[in-house]
């Protein structure tokens, strides 16, 4: 065998896993394309719906946790005096 042979197989070994990492990528990115493709996506009417309703509900969170917080510190406040 001649000299610096193993840098021969080295190279095949790379050039064989940069192959299999590139056949890795592209199956991975296909697989994501055949499973968006069975997604049942929401018309503009459902999205409105649901943007509506999710606003909604954080600020009705919002007030409650705001009013308890307050209630709270007014109990706290009169506590330690």
Avoid: Y
Avoid at 3 to 27: H, I, Y
Avoid at 45 to 74: H, K, M, R
Wanted: glycine share 4%; hydrophobic share 55%.
């Amino acid at each position: 065998m001649p000299v610096g042979w193993w840098f021969d197989m080295a190279g095949k070994a790379k050039d064989s896993k940069a192959k299999k990492a590139v056949k890795k990528f592209t199956k991975f990115f296909k697989e994501v394309r055949s499973e968006l493709k069975k997604v049942v996506w929401l018309n503009r009417q459902q999205l409105f719906n649901n943007i509506i309703a999710v606003t909604f509900i954080c600020l009705v969170f919002g007030v409650v946790i705001w009013i308890v917080d307050f209630g709270l510190s007014i109990i706290v406040e009169h506590t330690l005096k």
